[in-house]
T-cell receptor, first 113, second 115 residues
Framework: AQSVTQLGSHVSVSEGALVLLRCNYSSSVPPYLFWYVQYPNQGLQLLLKYTSAATLVKGINGFEAEFKKSETSFHLTKPSAHMSDAAEYFCAVSDSGYNKLIFGAGTRLAVHP | IAGITQAPTSQILAAGRRMTLRCTQDMRHNAMYWYRQDLGLGLRLIHYSNTAGTTGKGEVPDGYSVSRANTDDFPLTLASAVPSQTSVYFC??????????????FGQGTRLTVV
């Protein structure tokens, strides 16, 4: 069965600092990986997705993620944090059978001045 | 704006009562899903449907049922609510199942409190 582990339930950075949110996956077949963002009292919005075309994936709002098969990782980064990036971020892996998405527990990002 | 509509947005429900959460999408997506979101647990799949007329169980199906009579609607029913079903429920859809690269689109959620 596929699974996702997000390291760190809370991450706090200063405005302008590097953002790094960690995600490791477990999959017996080539995975499809996603990062979603959730702002307070809203649904989830897709940030970016990995579908085997390129290992470095660029998403919206300046975020990017790199797929590393040897490390089974798909960490999310952004060079310079903005106050508006404060939200909860979820990593997800798709199931090869029925396109189900399996989510990690989430990482809440706080950005302080 | 096209997308997924969930109703109600929030509800307080007495334990033992029956409740149906509604979900409608106008994107003509084949696949639809129900997730529950709980603090520290992320989103867990309750039930899914790959196409109209078919449904399947997710990670946490007990106490819930779904139906998919047509492409657009995917209601979630709690037959007899219990406090452990207090959660935020999200409906989602994707273009089609079986092609795992397709991302899911989410509704705004229903906050349910069972007392």
């Amino acid at each position: 069965a596929q699974s996702v582990t997000q390291l760190g339930s809370h991450v706090s950075v200063s405005e302008g600092a590097l953002v790094l949110l960690r995600c490791n996956y477990s999959s017996s077949v080539p995975p499809y990986l996603f990062w979603y963002v959730q702002y307070p009292n809203q649904g989830l919005q897709l940030l970016l997705k990995y579908t085997s075309a390129a290992t470095l994936v660029k998403g919206i709002n300046g975020f990017e993620a790199e797929f590393k098969k040897s490390e089974t990782s798909f960490h999310l980064t952004k060079p310079s944090a903005h106050m508006s990036d404060a939200a909860e971020y979820f990593c997800a892996v798709s199931d090869s059978g029925y396109n189900k998405l399996i989510f990690g527990a989430g990482t809440r990002l706080a950005v302080h001045p | 704006i096209a997308g997924i509509t969930q109703a109600p947005t929030s509800q307080i429900l007495a334990a033992g009562r029956r409740m149906t959460l509604r979900c409608t999408q106008d994107m003509r997506h084949n696949a639809m899903y129900w997730y529950r979101q709980d603090l520290g647990l992320g989103l867990r799949l309750i039930h899914y449907s790959n196409t109209a007329g078919t449904t399947g169980k997710g990670e946490v199906p007990d106490g819930y049922s779904v139906s998919r009579a047509n492409t657009d609607d995917f209601p979630l029913t709690l037959a007899s609510a219990v406090p452990s079903q207090t959660s935020v429920y999200f409906c989602a859809s994707s273009v089609r199942a079986g092609t795992a690269s397709t991302e899911a689109f989410f509704g705004q959620g229903t906050r349910l409190t069972v007392v």
